[in-house]
């Protein structure tokens, strides 16, 4: 499977899936950054992937960017796109086209705290666990089954940074899981619910 991995800052996700391309059987040909110097840049460069920043500053509105963005990723020989802290809402047509072939992580137990700041809304909503997802990308945001999660458990002395912090972790190894689960042909999507290897995926870090 030939990947693309879109990203707009640090990268750390990306470097997951960088350093787990040989378990994945999953390889990046193709980094697109929506930010000029994004630190992800770098690390894609490091592992001679190529790069390419595609900045909605330059487009005249939302459509001709993303069209930008599947001529590159398609050029680029990739079948298949990771969202690796991807900041900016992609168009409806966009997700049509990579339907099913573009999957994304967040850091929260999808479907709660969609969106932004999300663990600063942990904390002050008192709760006691938080995670991440991968999930299948469809139009309306932070939604579109899930493939896998995580749960991290949420400390007294916690602030936004540390608890994030301990969600990257597990995001780290949920997302070159995941990858790895899709590009071994385990996945199935069938009434908008992901079945690995014929069974449903109720339970978190339900990997084979
Ligand atoms: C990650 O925590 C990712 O889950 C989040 O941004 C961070 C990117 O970190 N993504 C979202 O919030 C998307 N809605 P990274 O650049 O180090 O991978």
Redesign the pocket.
Known sequence: MKVAVL??????????LIDAQIKTGAEIVLVISSVEGA??LERAAKAGIPTIVINHKDFDGRQPFDAAMTDAIEAGGADFVC?????RILSDDFIAHWRNRLI????SLLPAYK??N?QQRVLDAGEAQAG?TVHFVRPE??TGPIIAQAKVPVMADDDAGSL?ER??EQ?HVIYPEALRLIAEGRVRIENERVLIDGAATDAPDNFA
């Open positions: 990203i707009s800052g640090r990268g750390s996700n990306l470097q997951a630190q992800g969202l690796a802290g991807f900041m994304n992580i967040h850091p969106g932004l999300v991440c945001m932070d994030a969600i990257l995001e």
